[in-house]
């Protein structure tokens, strides 16, 4: 048979089922027998229950308020992730169109090349020769 008792038997009040399942005296802790024990201590306990139950909502607001501050960071993230992408994809298009400028030139300087032959190596030389003579002659001026 079991020693527990149940909430729900007649002649035991909530504080002695309570005493009983945590092994708990029921006596004050005096030693002494007040008829008002049970009064002051259920309204100890209310008061803490209302205590407890007040500190969950502040803290539940607190969380809630928390929640939606997640919830606006998150919908900016969002936005801003929409904006990146739409930036990168007008960055790639114009690497493309640049790309193509690009070939386009070179094709053009290949062709010129093949056209005048080697001349246009010995002008690269050349003016390359002169721009480091610039170079050299104004760093020892400075």
Do not use: H
Not at 23 to 28: D, L, R
Not at 51 to 62: I, R
Not at 70 to 94: C, F, P, R, Y
């Amino acid at each position: 048979m079991s020693t527990r008792l149940r909430v729900g038997q007649p002649g035991l009040s909530y504080r002695d089922n309570r005493a009983a399942l945590l092994g708990e005296s029921s006596a004050p802790s005096s030693g002494r027998s007040s008829p008002f024990y049970d009064v002051s201590n259920e309204y100890s306990r209310r008061r803490t229950a209302e205590e407890l139950e007040s500190q969950n909502d502040e803290q539940l607001e607190g969380l809630s308020a928390k929640v939606k501050q997640l919830k606006q960071v998150t919908i900016a993230i969002g936005a801003e992730v929409k904006d990146s992408t739409i930036q990168l994809t007008q960055m790639n298009d114009a690497f493309a169109e640049t790309g193509g400028i690009l070939s386009g030139t070179f094709r053009r300087l290949q062709n010129m090349s093949s056209r005048q032959g080697c001349r246009w190596l010995w002008y690269m030389v050349f003016l390359i020769i002169v721009f480091w003579f610039f170079i050299v002659v104004w760093w020892f001026r400075r």
